[in-house]
Structure formats: C-alpha cells, structure tokens
Nanobody, 118 residues
Framework: QVQLMESGGGLVQAGGSLTLSCAAS????????MGWYRQAPEKQRELVAAITSGGSADYANSVKGRFTISRDNAKNTVYLQMNNLKPEDTAVYYCNALNRYYVPTQGWGQGTQVTVSS
C-alpha cells in the first residue's frame, strides 16, 4: 500500500494550463499502471488518463490531445499536464494505482481541485 498525495490544482481561465502532481509515499516502480481520475459535482469519478511502467499512455476521449500523463519512477511521482482547459474540466482530480483490469488498488487521497472559468 502507498499513500497518494495530489497537488497543483487551482483556478484558471479557459484555454489555460495546469500541471498536477501525484506523489506516492513509496516506490511506484513495481506499479504497472498509474492513473488520473476526476470527479465533478454530482457526477461519478471517471478515469481520464493512465500510463504503464513502460510509458504507454491512454486517455479519455474528452481530454485526448489536451492532457499528457507522465511518470517519474525515481521521484515516485505521476504528473498530468493539462492544456487548453475547458470549463467542463472543472473537477477534483485524483490519482491511483490500477490493476490489470484498470481497477484502483489504493486508498484515495484528498485530491486537488481544478476550476476552469469561462
């Protein structure tokens, strides 16, 4: 088990950019897949990006071409670069480790709030 701490959220205007960080309390070297989720008010949490230990990334259609996920195993940190932000990207963003079925395996952190104004 690792504890995950998200940071980097904030208030940004539409079209702006933010970079989120997810710091793990232990090594993520052995974790094959790490993912970023988001949860908007009154909506279910959704997976927006995932990255394997080999660097292969996958994205939800709603963020493809705008978001980039990356990981630094040496720093036990996963990043989410978000460009051309839209008001519909407003949500609390969380990270987690995923199993082979893309099911989260760790407890949830507190998340980081991203608010995009129009």
């Amino acid at each position: 088990q690792v504890q995950l701490m998200e940071s980097g959220g904030g208030l940004v205007q539409a079209g702006g950019s933010l970079t989120l960080s997810c710091a793990a309390s232990g090594s993520i070297l052995s974790i094959n897949v790490m993912g970023w989720y988001r949860q908007a008010p009154e909506k279910q949490r959704e997976l927006v990006a995932a990255i394997t230990s080999g660097g292969s990334a996958d994205y939800a259609n709603s963020v493809k071409g705008r978001f980039t996920i990356s990981r630094d195993n040496a720093k036990n940190t996963v990043y989410l670069q978000m460009n051309n932000l839209k008001p519909e990207d407003t949500a609390v963003y969380y990270c987690n480790a995923l199993n082979r079925y893309y099911v989260p395996t760790q407890g949830w952190g507190q998340g980081t709030q991203v608010t995009v104004s129009s």
